[in-house]
């Protein structure tokens, strides 16, 4: 975004292997689906609790089979009231095929699942911008953490990050 500081660009980095779900949980207190995708590119946030997840090996490879079984999973916990929303977390979503990434943002919208991603870039490529509800950018910092105030119920990490509806991120990106 313009005006703030810039990690480095997810668009170097299109992989061009496939996508790697490395799991998924139910978040209950916020209704929210887990999905952890496998890989995140240095530089790393410094602190980062994931280190597990930096490789891209971790997990099954996406694929229909995959994107059918989430997919499903994902209807089934709408259906009975544990899911409303869907985060994709890593390692870091947008360091992945984003072909793939795609898929299983529609799949979960299919579902019926409001879409949050969460990356430590502060730049979305647009073909993903345009398919989210909500994003949370900007990277974890050891010893910078803070006790702002929730934003849309979730408290962040340090003053780096902040969490957005997609219109307001778009207004910030026009508007600096
Ligand atoms: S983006 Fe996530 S996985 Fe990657 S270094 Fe930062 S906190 Fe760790």
Same mark, same amino acid.
């Given at each position: ?20 779900? #490395?799991?998924?949980?139910?978040? $209950?207190?916020? @209704? !929210?689906? =887990?999905?952890?995708?496998? &890989? ?23 694929? #229909?089979?995959?994107?059918?079984? $989430?997919?499903? @999973? !994902?209807? =089934?916990?709408?259906?009975? &009231? ?95």
């Amino acid at each position: 975004m313009k005006g703030e500081k810039h990690f480095f660009s997810p668009f170097e980095f299109h992989m061009e292997a496939g996508m790697r779900i #490395a799991g998924t949980e139910i978040n $209950l207190a916020f @209704k !929210a689906f =887990e999905v952890y995708v496998s &890989g995140c590119k240095a530089p790393h946030c410094k602190g980062c609790h994931n280190a597990e997840l930096w490789t891209f090996n971790v997990g099954d490879c996406w694929n #229909a089979e995959k994107g059918k079984t $989430l997919e499903d @999973k !994902a209807s =089934e916990l709408h259906s009975v &009231g544990l899911a409303d929303y869907v985060w994709i977390l890593g390692g870091e979503p947008l360091d992945q095929n984003l072909d793939d990434l795609q898929d299983l943002i529609r799949r979960m919208i299919h579902a019926g699942l409001k879409t949050v991603l969460w990356t430590h870039y502060y730049s979305i490529p647009e073909e993903i911008a345009s398919l989210i509800d909500y994003v949370k950018v900007g990277p974890y910092i050891e010893g910078k953490e803070s006790y702002n105030e929730p934003v849309f119920g979730v408290k962040l990490a340090n003053p780096e990050q902040k969490i957005y509806s997609i219109e307001d991120y778009r207004n910030v990106e026009r508007n600096g």
